[in-house]
Protein backbone atom coordinates (compact mmCIF):
# COMPACT_ATOMS: atom_id res chain seq x y z
CA UNK A 1 0.00 0.00 0.00
CA UNK A 2 3.05 2.33 0.52
CA UNK A 3 3.97 1.77 -2.49
CA UNK A 4 0.83 2.52 -4.28
CA UNK A 5 0.67 6.06 -2.40
CA UNK A 6 4.21 7.00 -3.13
CA UNK A 7 3.11 6.64 -6.48
CA UNK A 8 0.40 8.21 -6.63
CA UNK A 9 1.46 11.23 -4.37
CA UNK A 10 4.49 11.71 -7.18
CA UNK A 11 1.41 11.65 -10.09
CA UNK A 12 -0.08 13.95 -7.86
CA UNK A 13 3.00 16.34 -7.33
CA UNK A 14 4.01 16.13 -11.10
CA UNK A 15 0.79 17.57 -12.15
CA UNK A 16 1.14 20.26 -9.63
CA UNK A 17 4.38 21.09 -10.63
CA UNK A 18 4.11 20.61 -14.68
CA UNK A 19 0.78 21.99 -14.86
CA UNK A 20 -0.04 22.07 -18.51
CA UNK A 21 3.46 20.62 -19.69
CA UNK A 22 2.24 17.29 -18.46
CA UNK A 23 0.46 15.22 -20.71
CA UNK A 24 0.12 11.48 -19.88
CA UNK A 25 -1.79 8.74 -22.57
CA UNK A 26 -2.03 5.06 -22.99
CA UNK A 27 -1.88 2.51 -25.75
CA UNK A 28 -5.44 1.64 -26.74
CA UNK A 29 -7.50 -1.48 -25.77
CA UNK A 30 -9.08 -1.81 -29.62
CA UNK A 31 -13.17 -2.43 -29.62
CA UNK A 32 -12.84 -5.59 -31.58
CA UNK A 33 -16.28 -4.63 -33.48
CA UNK A 34 -15.16 -1.02 -34.29
CA UNK A 35 -11.19 -0.74 -33.60
CA UNK A 36 -9.64 2.84 -34.18
CA UNK A 37 -8.19 3.18 -37.33
CA UNK A 38 -7.54 5.37 -40.35
CA UNK A 39 -9.70 5.68 -43.44
CA UNK A 40 -8.32 7.48 -46.89
CA UNK A 41 -10.74 9.79 -47.97
CA UNK A 42 -11.73 10.93 -50.85
CA UNK A 43 -14.22 14.11 -50.77
CA UNK A 44 -16.04 16.40 -53.76
CA UNK A 45 -15.98 19.88 -53.22
CA UNK A 46 -17.29 22.30 -56.20
CA UNK A 47 -16.82 19.54 -58.61
CA UNK A 48 -13.21 18.27 -57.80
CA UNK A 49 -12.35 15.48 -55.34
CA UNK A 50 -10.10 16.46 -52.43
CA UNK A 51 -8.06 14.22 -50.64
CA UNK A 52 -8.26 13.42 -46.73
CA UNK A 53 -7.27 11.16 -43.88
CA UNK A 54 -10.04 10.27 -41.19
CA UNK A 55 -8.71 9.07 -38.22
CA UNK A 56 -11.29 7.07 -37.05
CA UNK A 57 -12.21 6.63 -32.97
CA UNK A 58 -12.24 3.47 -30.89
CA UNK A 59 -15.76 2.27 -30.89
CA UNK A 60 -18.91 1.58 -32.76
CA UNK A 61 -20.61 4.70 -30.97
CA UNK A 62 -20.63 7.74 -32.97
CA UNK A 63 -17.86 10.28 -32.13
CA UNK A 64 -17.30 13.90 -32.17
CA UNK A 65 -15.01 14.90 -34.52
CA UNK A 66 -12.05 17.32 -35.05
CA UNK A 67 -11.61 18.82 -38.35
CA UNK A 68 -7.84 20.07 -38.91
CA UNK A 69 -6.94 22.80 -41.14
CA UNK A 70 -3.31 23.37 -42.50
CA UNK A 71 -1.58 26.25 -43.32
CA UNK A 72 0.06 27.95 -46.59
CA UNK A 73 1.13 25.78 -48.01
CA UNK A 74 0.62 23.04 -45.61
CA UNK A 75 4.24 21.55 -44.48
CA UNK A 76 2.97 21.71 -40.85
CA UNK A 77 0.28 19.60 -40.81
CA UNK A 78 -0.37 19.21 -36.68
CA UNK A 79 -0.80 15.35 -36.85
CA UNK A 80 0.33 14.66 -33.49
CA UNK A 81 -2.70 16.62 -32.56
CA UNK A 82 -4.53 14.38 -34.35
CA UNK A 83 -3.31 11.31 -32.63
CA UNK A 84 -4.18 12.81 -29.17
CA UNK A 85 -6.74 13.74 -29.85
CA UNK A 86 -8.49 10.56 -31.18
CA UNK A 87 -6.71 8.49 -28.35
CA UNK A 88 -9.82 10.25 -26.26
CA UNK A 89 -12.51 9.53 -28.37
CA UNK A 90 -12.50 11.81 -30.82
CA UNK A 91 -12.74 11.25 -34.83
CA UNK A 92 -9.97 13.11 -36.72
CA UNK A 93 -10.40 14.36 -40.20
CA UNK A 94 -7.33 15.93 -42.10
CA UNK A 95 -7.60 17.16 -45.79
CA UNK A 96 -5.75 18.83 -48.50
CA UNK A 97 -7.89 21.96 -49.48
CA UNK A 98 -8.51 22.24 -53.84
CA UNK A 99 -5.01 22.40 -55.55
CA UNK A 100 -2.94 21.81 -52.67
CA UNK A 101 -0.56 18.91 -52.02
CA UNK A 102 -2.47 16.72 -55.25
CA UNK A 103 -6.07 17.49 -54.14
CA UNK A 104 -7.85 18.17 -57.40
CA UNK A 105 -9.49 21.90 -58.43
CA UNK A 106 -7.90 25.19 -58.16
CA UNK A 107 -6.31 26.40 -54.92
CA UNK A 108 -7.48 29.84 -53.41
CA UNK A 109 -7.53 30.83 -50.20
CA UNK A 110 -11.83 31.24 -50.77
CA UNK A 111 -12.00 28.22 -52.13
CA UNK A 112 -10.15 26.84 -49.20
CA UNK A 113 -13.05 28.22 -47.04
CA UNK A 114 -15.48 26.76 -49.39
CA UNK A 115 -14.06 23.11 -48.90
CA UNK A 116 -14.74 23.19 -45.33
CA UNK A 117 -17.91 23.57 -45.57
CA UNK A 118 -18.12 20.94 -48.02
CA UNK A 119 -15.90 18.59 -45.82
CA UNK A 120 -18.40 19.12 -43.24
CA UNK A 121 -21.37 18.22 -45.66
CA UNK A 122 -19.70 15.05 -46.61
CA UNK A 123 -19.27 14.13 -42.66
CA UNK A 124 -23.21 14.85 -42.16
CA UNK A 125 -24.21 12.73 -45.20
CA UNK A 126 -21.61 10.05 -44.39
CA UNK A 127 -22.14 10.39 -40.45
CA UNK A 128 -23.77 6.29 -39.89
CA UNK A 129 -20.87 4.99 -42.32
CA UNK A 130 -17.88 7.42 -40.50
CA UNK A 131 -19.80 7.09 -37.25
CA UNK A 132 -19.47 10.94 -36.75
CA UNK A 133 -21.47 12.68 -33.82
CA UNK A 134 -22.68 15.77 -36.12
CA UNK A 135 -23.64 17.94 -33.49
CA UNK A 136 -20.45 17.87 -32.00
CA UNK A 137 -17.56 18.85 -35.05
CA UNK A 138 -15.27 21.24 -34.28
CA UNK A 139 -12.42 23.42 -36.12
CA UNK A 140 -8.66 23.47 -35.87
CA UNK A 141 -6.75 25.94 -37.91
CA UNK A 142 -2.88 26.84 -37.74
CA UNK A 143 -1.75 29.62 -39.63
CA UNK A 144 -3.71 30.44 -42.58
CA UNK A 145 -5.82 27.29 -42.02
CA UNK A 146 -6.56 29.99 -38.46
CA UNK A 147 -8.19 31.89 -40.93
CA UNK A 148 -9.86 29.50 -42.86
CA UNK A 149 -11.17 28.21 -39.56
CA UNK A 150 -12.52 31.54 -38.50
CA UNK A 151 -14.40 32.60 -42.13
CA UNK A 152 -15.57 28.97 -42.56
CA UNK A 153 -17.30 28.93 -38.77
CA UNK A 154 -19.05 31.74 -40.23
CA UNK A 155 -21.01 29.35 -42.65
CA UNK A 156 -21.41 26.66 -40.35
CA UNK A 157 -24.35 27.31 -38.21
CA UNK A 158 -24.21 23.51 -36.83
CA UNK A 159 -20.37 24.00 -35.83
CA UNK A 160 -20.11 26.12 -32.94
CA UNK A 161 -16.04 26.14 -31.73
CA UNK A 162 -12.60 27.03 -33.76
CA UNK A 163 -9.30 26.90 -32.46
CA UNK A 164 -7.26 29.24 -34.21
CA UNK A 165 -3.73 28.56 -33.44
CA UNK A 166 -1.18 31.63 -34.75
CA UNK A 167 -3.71 32.90 -37.10
CA UNK A 168 -3.02 34.41 -40.58
CA UNK A 169 -4.69 37.83 -41.06
CA UNK A 170 -3.95 37.35 -44.44
CA UNK A 171 -4.88 41.19 -45.35
CA UNK A 172 -2.59 42.37 -42.34
CA UNK A 173 0.38 41.62 -44.69
CA UNK A 174 -1.36 43.30 -47.67
CA UNK A 175 -2.50 46.75 -46.26
CA UNK A 176 0.00 48.19 -47.40
CA UNK A 177 -0.25 47.25 -51.19
CA UNK A 178 -2.64 49.14 -53.07
CA UNK A 179 -1.89 48.14 -56.84
CA UNK A 180 -1.11 44.75 -58.76
CA UNK A 181 2.19 46.15 -59.87
CA UNK A 182 2.98 46.55 -56.15
CA UNK A 183 1.31 43.45 -55.52
CA UNK A 184 3.40 41.43 -58.48
CA UNK A 185 6.66 42.82 -57.04
CA UNK A 186 6.13 41.62 -53.43
CA UNK A 187 5.08 37.77 -54.54
CA UNK A 188 7.34 37.76 -56.76
CA UNK A 189 10.04 38.15 -54.32
CA UNK A 190 11.89 34.91 -53.04
CA UNK A 191 12.56 36.28 -49.69
CA UNK A 192 8.94 36.37 -49.15
CA UNK A 193 8.60 32.52 -49.32
CA UNK A 194 4.74 32.94 -51.05
CA UNK A 195 5.37 30.58 -54.10
CA UNK A 196 5.04 27.02 -53.58
CA UNK A 197 5.19 23.89 -56.14
CA UNK A 198 2.52 22.39 -54.41
CA UNK A 199 0.14 24.94 -54.88
CA UNK A 200 -1.03 24.62 -58.51
CA UNK A 201 -2.36 28.43 -59.02
CA UNK A 202 0.06 31.11 -59.79
CA UNK A 203 0.86 33.19 -56.94
CA UNK A 204 -0.20 36.62 -58.41
CA UNK A 205 -3.31 34.91 -59.00
CA UNK A 206 -3.75 33.72 -55.30
CA UNK A 207 -2.83 36.93 -53.78
CA UNK A 208 -4.91 39.78 -56.00
CA UNK A 209 -8.12 39.31 -54.45
CA UNK A 210 -6.87 40.31 -51.24
CA UNK A 211 -5.81 43.64 -52.65
CA UNK A 212 -9.43 43.81 -54.82
CA UNK A 213 -11.54 43.01 -51.88
CA UNK A 214 -9.43 43.46 -48.40
CA UNK A 215 -12.60 44.00 -46.54
CA UNK A 216 -13.01 40.25 -46.81
CA UNK A 217 -9.24 39.21 -45.68
CA UNK A 218 -9.40 41.37 -42.86
CA UNK A 219 -10.66 38.72 -39.99
CA UNK A 220 -11.28 42.59 -37.94
CA UNK A 221 -14.23 42.73 -39.92
CA UNK A 222 -16.09 39.60 -39.00
CA UNK A 223 -16.47 39.95 -34.90
CA UNK A 224 -19.84 40.42 -35.31
CA UNK A 225 -20.44 37.62 -37.33
CA UNK A 226 -18.70 35.50 -34.66
CA UNK A 227 -20.33 36.17 -31.81
CA UNK A 228 -21.74 33.21 -30.85
CA UNK A 229 -19.20 31.08 -31.63
CA UNK A 230 -16.65 29.76 -28.86
CA UNK A 231 -13.69 30.71 -30.09
CA UNK A 232 -9.82 30.12 -28.84
CA UNK A 233 -7.28 32.27 -30.36
CA UNK A 234 -3.53 31.25 -29.47
CA UNK A 235 -0.63 32.81 -30.95
CA UNK A 236 3.30 33.31 -30.64
CA UNK A 237 3.29 37.17 -31.12
CA UNK A 238 1.05 40.11 -30.63
CA UNK A 239 0.72 40.96 -33.95
CA UNK A 240 -3.30 39.85 -34.00
CA UNK A 241 -3.85 41.79 -30.63
CA UNK A 242 -7.04 44.17 -32.62
CA UNK A 243 -8.39 40.99 -33.94
CA UNK A 244 -9.02 39.24 -30.74
CA UNK A 245 -9.82 42.85 -29.12
CA UNK A 246 -12.49 42.91 -31.96
CA UNK A 247 -14.28 39.78 -30.99
CA UNK A 248 -13.89 39.43 -27.67
CA UNK A 249 -15.92 42.64 -27.51
CA UNK A 250 -18.69 40.90 -29.92
CA UNK A 251 -18.43 37.45 -28.47
CA UNK A 252 -21.42 36.45 -25.80
CA UNK A 253 -20.38 32.18 -25.54
CA UNK A 254 -16.53 31.63 -25.29
CA UNK A 255 -13.60 33.16 -25.94
CA UNK A 256 -9.88 33.30 -24.78
CA UNK A 257 -6.56 34.50 -26.39
CA UNK A 258 -3.88 34.02 -25.02
CA UNK A 259 0.48 34.49 -26.65
CA UNK A 260 3.06 32.23 -25.40
CA UNK A 261 6.67 32.18 -26.13
CA UNK A 262 7.31 30.18 -28.89
CA UNK A 263 7.63 30.03 -32.40
CA UNK A 264 4.92 29.64 -35.28
CA UNK A 265 5.33 25.78 -35.03
CA UNK A 266 4.96 25.57 -31.41
CA UNK A 267 7.77 23.52 -31.45
CA UNK A 268 8.61 23.94 -27.67
CA UNK A 269 5.27 23.83 -26.66
CA UNK A 270 3.39 21.13 -28.48
CA UNK A 271 2.22 19.33 -24.69
CA UNK A 272 1.04 22.44 -23.45
CA UNK A 273 -1.14 23.02 -26.61
CA UNK A 274 -2.49 19.74 -26.92
CA UNK A 275 -3.84 20.03 -23.63
CA UNK A 276 -5.31 23.35 -23.89
CA UNK A 277 -6.92 22.01 -27.16
CA UNK A 278 -7.96 18.98 -25.29
CA UNK A 279 -9.88 21.37 -22.60
CA UNK A 280 -11.57 23.12 -25.92
CA UNK A 281 -12.66 19.87 -26.50
CA UNK A 282 -14.37 18.91 -23.45
CA UNK A 283 -15.88 22.18 -22.35
Not at 127 to 141: E, P
Not at 222 to 236: F, H, I, N, P, Y
Request: one cysteine or more; a neutral charge; proline letters at 3%.
Amino acid sequence: MKIFAVIFLTAVLAAVVFGQDALTIHDLTWDETSPAGSVELTMPSEGSLIQGLFYRANGKQKHPTLILLHGYPGNERNLDLAQVVRSQGWNVVYFDYRGSWGSQGKFSFENSVQDVVNVVAYLEKNQDKLRVDTTNIVLFGHSMGGWVCLKALQRLPTVKKGFALSTWNIYSDFKNIKTKDKLDEMVRNPKAGLAYIVLNTPVEEIFAPVIEKPAFYDLTNDADALSSKQVVMLDEHSHNKELADAIRRSNRAHFDYQVWKTDHGFTNKRVSLMNMVLAFLKR
